[in-house]
């Protein structure tokens, strides 16, 4: 078994307990890696959060309070208790305005973590909650387990080397959705770039009904989103002019994403193409298979007591990952995991 804890009892938090759920109860989520550990090998055993609508309940009903907005795809078992985090910069700006801070004192988090013999943390707080990610990759640290960065928060700059030396793995930063707006912008890019196609300019625009959207509509936060974003699809092909993460919030969408993409090129004689993109999606479950491969392969790793922030792993799931790898990441990650066997 793999033991979880889950930091930030969000929309993401509620699509992957859902997930966990749905293939105990023999579904198959489509995109997942064939590997020596199973979806269903994972089990959450810890959960954090701050809000006191959240707080103390039950896992399973905390990951449909408000502010969530994920749908109920299945009933979810679950006993874990929601346990009281540290707030540090999570009710900074407008999440002060999203959460309902809990009364309650903070528990001691490694203490908490080593008593649950947890193998893998997952963060998953929002854009520029970057004391509060820092705080717990260094719990994680202290308690031998393994970390997931999905948030945006740089911390594979800055705690890979502490991670490396415990031979703990440190996989991050800024989850790449399964088929979200910059997966399908970049692989069209990259689809261009190997017919010959020199692509000049591209944007994309992001809208949703969950909180990630709305925080970001903070211009400090929705630069952050844009530079990461921005940056991971123009590295696909050198010399694109690249506006991305551009997002605005529409409540009633709810978990609902609507992605525009335009891309811009040139090829024989100097002839333009032009490429307009709508995608509908549901967010939450965007995350899903990612995530259980990351979780998987953080175990195999810590397992093999290989530490740090692989780029093979990195550069596939993660557009926050500093690296010069660029198109077929699946075919480099592929490869790194036959050489582990």
């Known amino acids: 078994m793999i033991r979880v804890a889950l930091v930030g009892v969000g929309n993401v938090a509620s699509a992957l307990v859902q997930g966990l759920e749905y293939v105990k109860q023999g579904g198959i989520i489509p995109g997942t890696l064939n590997l020596e550990y199973k979806p269903e090998d994972i089990e959450v055993v810890a959960a954090f959060d701050i809000d006191r609508r959240k707080v103390g309940k039950r896992l399973s009903q905390a990951i449909f309070e408000k502010p969530n907005v994920v749908e109920k795809y299945v009933d979810v078992k679950s006993d874990v208790m929601v346990l009281r985090g540290p707030t540090l910069d999570g009710i900074d700006g407008i999440l002060g305005k999203v959460i309902d801070e809990s009364e309650e004192r903070p528990i001691d988090v490694a203490d908490s973590l080593k008593r649950m013999g947890v193998d893998v943390v997952i963060n998953l707080l929002p854009t520029g909650v970057n004391k509060a990610s820092?705080?717990?990759a260094e719990q994680a640290l202290g308690a031998n387990s393994a970390l997931v960065n999905a948030s945006p928060a740089p911390l594979v700059e800055k705690f890979s080397a502490s991670f490396m030396s415990k031979s703990l793995p440190l996989l991050g930063d800024d989850l790449i959705s399964q088929i979200g707006g910059t997966a399908l912008h970049s692989g069209i890019i990259n689809f261009l770039e190997k017919r010959g196609v020199k692509v000049i300019r591209s944007y994309q625009i992001d809208i949703s009904g969950t909180t990630e959207t709305l925080v970001t509509l903070e211009d400090w936060r929705?630069?952050?989103?844009?530079?990461?974003?921005?940056?991971?699809?123009?590295?696909?092909q050198e010399?694109?002019?690249v506006v991305a993460g551009t997002s605005d919030y529409v409540e009633f969408l709810g978990d609902r994403r609507v992605s525009y993409m335009v891309i811009e090129g040139e090829y024989a004689l100097g002839a333009r193409v032009r490429i307009d993109v709508s995608m509908k999606s549901q967010d939450g479950p965007n995350a899903i298979a990612p995530l259980l491969d990351l979780i998987r392969l953080a175990k195999i790793l810590k397992d093999k007591g290989i530490g740090g922030s692989p780029?093979?792993?990195?550069?596939?799931?993660?557009?926050?990952?500093?690296?010069?790898?660029?198109?077929d990441t699946r075919s480099l990650l592929l490869s790194y995991l036959e050489g582990l066997k």
Do not use: D, L, N, P
Request: with cysteine; aromatic share 16%.
């Open 134 to 136: 820092e705080y717990y």
């Open 311 to 327: 780029s093979q792993i990195c550069s596939h799931y993660f557009k926050g990952y500093r690296t010069g790898i660029s198109g």
């Open 239 to 241: 010399g694109i002019e």
């Open 222 to 236: 929705k630069e952050t989103k844009k530079r990461i974003k921005s940056s991971y699809i123009s590295s696909q």
